[in-house]
């Protein structure tokens, strides 16, 4: 065992066994090398990464390989979903240096954490125009023997460069009519009419651009924003990247036409997918959209929860094969002679033809990703159903896939979102238990004794290091949703307590926001970017947080810090809308309002529901009743019964509509 015994990451217990002599990302880490005189090795991945799991098999497990680092360098090992400011430094100098990036991220540092040769995956011998990792071994430590000023000139041009890099807001004034116009011809231009989704291969869910795009046709009516949306959302759901099996989305399609996957599933994708699919049923009605979001809120209780009451961050792409290799996909694909040997000749004819099941196969070695294509015409419902239950049952025998069980806490915030608004949606109180559960842990363990959040914890225990914006934001917004669902007053008391941290630690001038703490450990950059990714990034997280909060109780503070952070939104919503979705969403709320709706009356009610139910672009909504509701939520202050009847109060840009105690009356306010 190395130095990664003991640790919380599961990514890094993977490496616990390598003769490399692994350190985690600590100062002593540094202080080692500079009293060797080596440079570092910085290696990070994350443990559902298929790619991580290839290079450590081929270099990390090889002795020769082993022994030459442990002499030559310090090798230090990090999960960068622990620690997402590590990677986020790095990462940026990568694409800044090679034009691309990705998973592992190689990188060479001198003893002062300078950055000087990057990479990703490197393979055990030459191919494809990539050296060995060896060869780039040998290279670093022969530039690092013979040709030392020009690394220290090299990594100082990086250092310096980074450090230029600083981020103002993005402009004055807050994203208007204009900004999301743009956004909108934007998506259009990029937009896939034939398979759904914007782009080519590969291709990833787009949940906030669509969420984006549902907001604005809520507010504008525009049909053409509402299709895309639809149809993407069809399209990913009828194809291989949702397992047509036990429900949940893959990472992504390596594709343009969603066939095949690249297997790992993430909470984060999981948990913005079931909230998109909720909204969109939310929107149209949509049976699919229904079917979707409750198998994957299913699938997230099923097959993520924690013991703890919270969720795990990943499942990984492989897994054992028959013949006991691992092998990326083996869990999910299917032959056909699998589905006769499962179904029969006669059903797994049926399947075949149901789930896209071919002799030639559409992954690898004549398997198939199961999907719904388009042309596979009229289907009898009650026997498909049959025939999943049996292929699930079956499938329920192979070896599964590695689970990672590191709770992250911006992807439990997600999650308690999401279960807990599909739950409100669709009559699933046990949805709403999850998510409660999940918000517990998330104050008892993650928040615990030192009043900040903690990034990460696993079986019940805290680690290391200390929660980023995109924490803040994400959990903030998780309990607003919850204290809409709920009823309870605690949980948005918690998410301001959790924003004010944002407004004291992680704001600068003109309403930047920064990925850090004042008080965080200090990188060779402050980590900074505003760009929506495969999550809400923590800029625009914590903004539609801080937006909402500032709804339920007319604070001015969160308010303008709201509008401040928004000014990105304004910059690069017309420039790059797909990589600001979730910060055109928050847009979209503000220019709505967003809508206040106070419930005096029985938390889940006929008007708690409807107002849960309305489309109205971030509406925040309270509910209550009895003299203890205000205490609870600003909102219902002064807020009485009308003629002994529950009551809905529905407030827009500081102006109030008469009360009404028509559920129907209240859907109209809303857009219902």
Same mark, same amino acid.
């Given at each position: 065992m190395n130095r990664l015994a003991g640790v919380t990451s599961p990514y890094l217990l993977q490496h616990a066994d390598n003769p490399v002599d692994w350190w985690p990302w600590t100062s002593e880490a540094f202080e080692e090398a500079r009293r060797r005189d080596v440079p570092v090795l910085l290696s990070v991945g994350y443990s559902a990464c298929h790619w991580c799991h290839v290079m450590a098999h081929e270099s990390f497990e090889d002795d020769t390989v082993a022994a030459y680092l442990n002499t030559h360098f310090v090798p230090v090992k990090v999960d960068r979903e622990e620690r997402p400011d590590v990677d986020a430094v790095y990462m940026e100098a990568v694409q800044a240096a090679t034009g691309h990036g990705g998973w592992p991220m190689t990188v060479f540092l001198t003893p002062d954490a300078e950055p000087f040769y990057f990479g990703t995956y490197f393979p055990p011998e030459p191919r494809h125009g990539s050296p060995s990792f060896q060869q780039v071994l040998e290279g670093v430590v022969a530039a690092w023997s013979d040709r030392r000023e020009e690394v220290a000139e090299v990594a100082g041009r990086i250092v310096a460069d980074l450090a230029g890099?600083?981020?103002?807001?993005?402009?004055?004034?807050?994203?208007?009519?204009?900004?999301?116009?743009?956004? *909108?011809?934007? $998506?259009?231009?990029?937009?896939?009419?034939?398979?759904?989704?914007?782009?080519?291969?590969?291709?990833?869910?787009?949940?906030?651009?669509?969420?984006?795009?549902?907001?604005?046709?809520?507010?504008?009516?525009?049909?053409?924003?509402?299709?895309?949306?639809?149809?993407?959302?069809?399209?990913?759901?009828?194809?291989?990247?949702?397992?047509?099996?036990?429900?949940?989305?893959?990472?992504?399609?390596?594709?343009?036409? &969603?066939?095949?996957?690249?297997?790992?599933?993430? *909470?984060?994708?999981?948990?913005?997918?079931?909230?998109?699919?909720?909204?969109? &049923?939310?929107?149209?009605?949509?049976?699919?959209?229904?079917?979707?979001? $409750?198998?994957?809120?299913?699938?997230?209780?099923?097959? *993520?929860?924690?013991?703890?009451g919270g969720f795990a961050s990943a499942l990984d792409a492989d897994s054992e094969d028959a013949d006991g290799k691992h092998v990326?996909?083996?869990?999910?694909?299917?032959?056909?002679?699998?589905?006769?040997?499962?179904?029969?000749?006669?059903?797994? +004819?049926?399947?075949?033809?149901?789930?896209?099941?071919?002799?030639?196969?559409?992954?690898?070695?004549?398997?198939?990703?199961?999907?719904?294509?388009?042309?596979?015409?009229?289907?009898?419902?009650?026997?498909?159903?049959?025939?999943?239950?049996?292929? *699930?049952?079956?499938?329920?025998?192979?070896?599964?896939?590695?689970?990672?069980?590191?709770?992250?806490?911006? &992807?439990?915030?997600?999650?308690?979102?999401?279960l807990a608004e599909t739950g409100a949606y669709f009559d699933r109180p046990d949805l709403v238990e999850r998510a409660t559960e999940a918000a517990d842990l998330l104050v008892r363990v993650h928040l615990g004794e030192v009043a900040r959040l903690t990034r990460t914890s696993k079986d019940g225990r805290a680690g290391d290091n200390a929660g980023v914006l995109e924490d803040y934001g994400d959990v903030a917004e998780g309990f607003l949703a919850l204290a809409a669902v709920t009823g309870e007053g605690v949980w948005l008391e918690f998410a301001g307590f959790l924003l004010d941290i944002v407004l004291e630690q992680f704001t600068g001038e003109g309403g930047q926001l920064y990925d850090t703490a004042h008080d965080a450990e200090r990188l060779i950059r402050r980590p900074q970017d505003p760009t929506d990714s495969a999550t809400p990034a923590g800029w625009t997280a914590a903004a539609g947080a801080l937006l909402g909060y500032a709804a339920y109780t007319g604070?001015?503070?969160?308010?303008?810090? +709201?509008?401040?952070?928004?000014?990105?939104?304004?910059?690069?919503?017309?420039?790059?809308?797909?990589?600001?979705? &979730?910060?055109?969403?928050?847009?979209e709320a503000l220019l709505d309002g967003p809508r206040e709706v106070a419930v005096a009356g029985p938390v889940g009610g006929e008007l708690h529901r409807t107002a849960l139910l309305g489309r109205a672009p971030g509406a925040v909504v309270a509910a209550g009743e009895g003299p203890g509701a205000g205490a609870e939520f600003p909102l219902l202050v002064d807020r009485p019964l009308v003629d002994g009847k529950p009551a809905a109060y529905v407030c827009r840009h500081f102006v109030c509509d008469a009360p009404t105690t028509d559920a129907g009356e209240l859907a109209a306010k809303l857009g219902g």
């Open positions: 890099r600083s981020l103002v807001h993005g402009g004055d004034g807050v994203p208007g009519e204009q900004e999301t116009a743009q956004a *909108l011809l934007g $998506l259009t231009r990029e937009y896939d009419e034939q398979h759904g989704g914007f782009g080519g291969a590969p291709k990833f869910p787009p949940s906030m651009a669509v969420e984006f795009l549902l907001r604005h046709y809520a507010r504008t009516g525009a049909e053409g924003a509402l299709q895309m949306a639809a149809d993407t959302c069809s399209a990913m759901a009828r194809g291989g990247i949702y397992d047509q099996l036990g429900g949940g989305f893959a990472r992504y399609s390596v594709d343009r036409e &969603w066939v095949v996957p690249h297997f790992e599933k993430m *909470l984060y994708d999981n948990a913005l997918l079931c909230r998109v699919y909720a909204h969109l &049923w939310r929107t149209t009605g949509s049976d699919e959209a229904r079917r979707i979001a $409750l198998e994957t809120a299913d699938f997230m209780v099923r097959e *993520l929860r924690t013991a703890e990326e996909g083996a869990f999910y694909v299917w032959t056909p002679d699998q589905l006769r040997e499962v179904l029969g000749e006669e059903d797994a +004819a049926f399947a075949a033809a149901c789930f896209g099941v071919t002799e030639k196969g559409t992954f690898e070695e004549g398997a198939s990703v199961l999907r719904l294509p388009e042309d596979s015409g009229p289907v009898d419902a009650v026997r498909v159903a049959d025939v999943r239950a049996r292929l *699930l049952a079956a499938r329920e025998q192979r070896p599964r896939p590695g689970r990672d069980d590191k709770v992250v806490a911006a &992807w439990n915030g997600l999650a308690i979102a999401a604070s001015d503070a969160h308010r303008t810090a +709201a509008e401040g952070a928004l000014g990105v939104v304004k910059a690069l919503g017309p420039r790059a809308p797909r990589f600001i979705g &979730w910060g055109l969403a928050v847009a």
